[in-house]
T-cell receptor, first 112, second 115 residues
Framework: GENVEQHPSTLSVQEGDSAVIKCTYS??????FPWYKQELGKRPQLIID?????GEKKDQRIAVTLNKTAKHFSLHITETQPEDSAVYFC???????????FGSGTRLQVQP | NAGVTQTPKFRILKIGQSMTLQCAQD?????MYWYRQDPGMGLKLIYY???????DKGEVPNGYNVSRSTTEDFPLRLELAAPSQTSVYFC??????????????FGPGTRLTVL
């Protein structure tokens, strides 16, 4: 099955700085890579996703890049704000199960 | 649309008790999933279903059972609850109609404690 590793486990940045979270995956056939944001006590919410037929996708301050050859993808948040503080999870679709395999999460703290 | 709903929100069980976690979606999604999230950890897939009458095991199915008699409902049954099943349980659904429409939508979760 799919295996997803995520780094770092915690990340602290100053407001206005950029934050980068990286994930690697094992199944070269995976073709869908979403990122979820989870605030304390809440459900995971999709913030951006990328399909394997593109290398980069942007949505305002958030971008995701995908390197299929190296089997890694990254989340980039620019001009961070205190409300960006949360746990972020990457995931890759397990093509065998048509389900998502999640990384272990990154706790992002944006210091005002 | 209500999206994905789950009941109950919270539950405390004693060791050896059984219960059913309810999940329903009103988006006519084919695919439904159950995940558990232990404190400070990611989500682990318990069971999933690609349509009514079809279910399959995920990474951590032991101690759980599911059924999918309708498109809308996907209950998760815990038999003989154990402290290791203390977790937050999330149900999710996705359209599943084609390879490029697998965005998953999560329910609010059920926080289960087994004492």
């Amino acid at each position: 099955g799919e295996n997803v590793e995520q780094h770092p486990s915690t990340l602290s940045v100053q407001e206005g700085d950029s934050a980068v979270i990286k994930c690697t995956y094992s199944d070269s056939a995976s073709n869908y890579f979403p990122w979820y944001k989870q605030e304390l006590g809440k459900r995971p919410q999709l913030i951006i996703d990328i399909r394997s037929n593109v290398g980069e996708k942007k949505d305002q301050r958030i971008a995701v890049t995908l390197n299929k050859t190296a089997k890694h993808f990254s989340l980039h948040i620019t001009e961070t704000q205190p409300e960006d503080s949360a746990v972020y999870f990457c995931a890759a679709r397990d093509t065998g199960r048509r389900a998502l395999t999640f990384g272990s999460g990154t706790r992002l703290q944006v210091q005002p | 649309n209500a999206g994905v709903t789950q009941t109950p929100k919270f539950r405390i069980l004693k060791i050896g008790q059984s219960m059913t976690l309810q999940c329903a979606q009103d988006m006519n999604h084919n695919y439904m999933y159950w995940y558990r999230q232990d404190p400070g950890m990611g989500l682990k897939l318990i069971y999933y279903s690609v349509g009514a009458g079809i279910t399959d095991k995920g990474e951590v199915p032991n101690g759980y059972n599911v059924s999918r008699s309708t498109t809308e409902d996907f209950p998760l049954r815990l038999e003989l609850a154990a402290p290791s099943q203390t977790s937050v349980y999330f149900c999710a659904s996705s359209p599943g109609l084609a390879e490029l429409t697998d965005t998953q939508y999560f329910g609010p979760g059920t926080r289960l404690t087994v004492l």
